[in-house]
């Protein structure tokens, strides 16, 4: 049997991922956009970090940049 581990965004908190400890070691060092809140997230380490690895063409908003309009 698997053990699933739910990986959350590091914004909203919104799960991401939901898989084995053994896949989402494969997985690690790559970006993840979160449906939720649409921040890019990587991931290190079994958890979810802020990317600097901004794509200019996704449309990416932080509460930072809406307070400041």
């Known amino acids: 049997?698997?053990?699933f581990?739910?990986?959350h965004c590091y914004n909203?908190?919104?799960i991401i991922l939901n898989?084995?400890?053994i896949e989402i070691s494969k997985l690690n060092g790559l970006n993840f956009v979160c449906d939720?809140?649409?921040h890019q997230n990587i991931l290190t380490e079994f958890?979810?970090?802020k990317?600097?690895?901004n794509d200019p063409h996704?449309?990416?908003f932080s509460m930072e940049n809406l307070t400041a309009f």
């Open 5 to 7: 581990k739910s990986l």
């Open 51 to 53: 990317s600097n690895n």
């Open 12 to 14: 909203c908190r919104a």
């Open 58 to 60: 996704l449309n990416i």
């Open 36 to 38: 939720c809140c649409g």
């Open 19 to 21: 898989l084995p400890e």
């Open 47 to 49: 958890k979810f970090y």
């Open 1 to 3: 049997m698997y053990n």
